[in-house]
């Protein structure tokens, strides 16, 4: 860790304090909305907005980002979203939640563009891996802390406020406060603007993308169905399927942080011993029984098992996919390559968000899981298919993918 610069470490404050706030919303918001009187299946069109706000923002807000430069795109995308979270919170109506989620996912989906190649140009190639594992396990952490805030935090507004909606908006208000304060490290760290003589425009991001990094964009897009299926949903399925508290759920999202971690510090490990391509599939081949044994399980402990295998398992795959995407790619093809993983991603999320909503409306908990270990199964399959002679011992230098 010592081999980072002081850009990466402002930027870890940074991303910390923002996943805190994230993590509160990722226990707390589903369980508001329905206090709210919001069904199952409208909130399931409701939280599209997120997906298809990251589908649309990526290339635009890439380009900004681009233009801006690394810090003033920071600047703006950690403000942006904490007023969303704000408006988030406070409004009523399903059409405004829509629209401020989606206001809040544009300024995620920047988080993610602007962070990939933000990370590539303040590490050399001995410690990039470290810093994207480092990245992912940080923000694993934080996340983690603000599931805990979310279980519990409620039920101590409880004492303050018999409403437990009210409980439930007050909760999000101090998140949205701390995504906010996001923007006060970035205010320290040093500007590395992208060559003025290479200009990133928008045909960078629909012209001159190589076979390679379409099928990188592809196989991200089943790890956005997977995903898609298997998550949005995640604390009505343990609170209402289930019969598990709140306070569970937020527990469990909290100490997924321990297997999460200690996967995905042994990711460059395990990539070392089998090599990135193998250890990424095999990672992603086992995502499916977790899949499995959420679609069948009666139990909120085994749920919680295979809850925290999911999670672990794709966030070791992910960390190490995107060194790999951005190794492999050259600095004028960073940005456009992290915008179409992004792309196909949340894609695929938007596709499966409201069929999951649907199926939950009436009952049915366990298909969306069935369908996204099928989805999982594809997306490892097609990683080493595509891949796997990346992992092949070579004399020359790895391809780049801007180059194939």
């Not at 703006?76 to 809040?104: D, E, H, K, R, S």
């Not at 933000?118 to 992912?136: C, E, I, P, V």
């Not at 320290?188 to 003025?196: D, N, T, Y």
Request: glycine letters at 10%; proline letters at 5%; charged letters at 10%.
């Amino acid at each position: 860790m010592r081999a980072l610069n002081r850009n990466v470490y402002l930027f870890f404050i940074a991303t910390s304090l923002s996943a805190i706030g994230a993590g509160v919303f990722a226990v707390v918001f589903n369980l508001y909305a329905l206090s709210l009187g919001i069904s199952v299946d409208a909130l399931g069109g409701i939280l599209t907005a997120g997906p298809l706000a990251q589908v649309t923002g990526a290339i635009p807000v890439g380009i900004l980002g681009d233009r801006l430069g690394h810090r003033q795109a920071f600047l703006l995308i950690y403000t942006m979203a904490g007023l969303a979270y704000l408006a988030q919170a406070a409004v009523v109506v399903p059409t405004l939640i829509w629209a401020a989620i989606f206001m809040n996912a544009l300024a995620i989906s920047g988080d993610f563009v602007v962070r990939l190649p933000f990370l590539a140009a303040n590490t050399d190639n001995r410690h990039r891996g470290l810093a994207f594992s480092a990245s992912a396990i940080l923000s694993s952490v934080a996340t983690s802390v603000g599931a805990l805030l979310g279980g519990f935090v409620p039920t101590a507004l409880s004492h303050v406020t018999p409403n437990l909606t009210a409980a439930y908006r007050y909760t999000l208000y101090g998140a949205a406060a701390l995504t906010l304060s996001a923007a006060l490290p970035i205010l320290l760290v040093g500007e590395q603007r992208p060559s003025a003589a290479r200009p990133l425009r928008l045909r960078s991001y629909l012209a001159g993308i190589g076979p390679n990094t379409q099928r990188l964009a592809f196989v991200e897009f089943f790890g956005g169905l997977t995903m898609g299926l298997a998550m949005p949903f995640a604390n009505v399925y343990f609170v209402h399927h289930l019969g598990a508290t709140r306070e569970f759920f937020g527990t469990v999202s909290a100490f997924l942080v321990v297997p999460a971690v200690l996967i995905t510090a042994a990711g460059p490990l395990l990539a070392g011993w089998l090599g990135t391509i193998r250890s990424i599939s095999a990672a992603r081949l086992l995502m499916p029984a977790a899949c499995l044994a959420l679609a069948l399980t009666v139990s909120p402990l085994l749920g919680a098992a295979a809850y925290c295998s999911l999670r672990a398992l794709f966030m070791m795959g992910q960390s190490q996919w995107f060194a790999f995407s951005m190794e492999a790619s050259d600095s004028e093809s960073q940005a456009a390559t992290s915008a179409w993983l992004n792309i196909t991603y949340w894609l695929g999320n938007a596709l499966m968000t409201p069929v999951v909503g649907l199926l939950i409306a009436r009952g049915n908990y366990g298909i969306p899981f069935l369908l996204a270990a099928a989805t999982g199964m594809v997306g490892s399959a097609l990683t080493y298919l595509y891949f796997h002679s990346f992992d092949a011992p070579r004399a020359g230098a790895r391809p780049s993918l801007a180059a194939n």
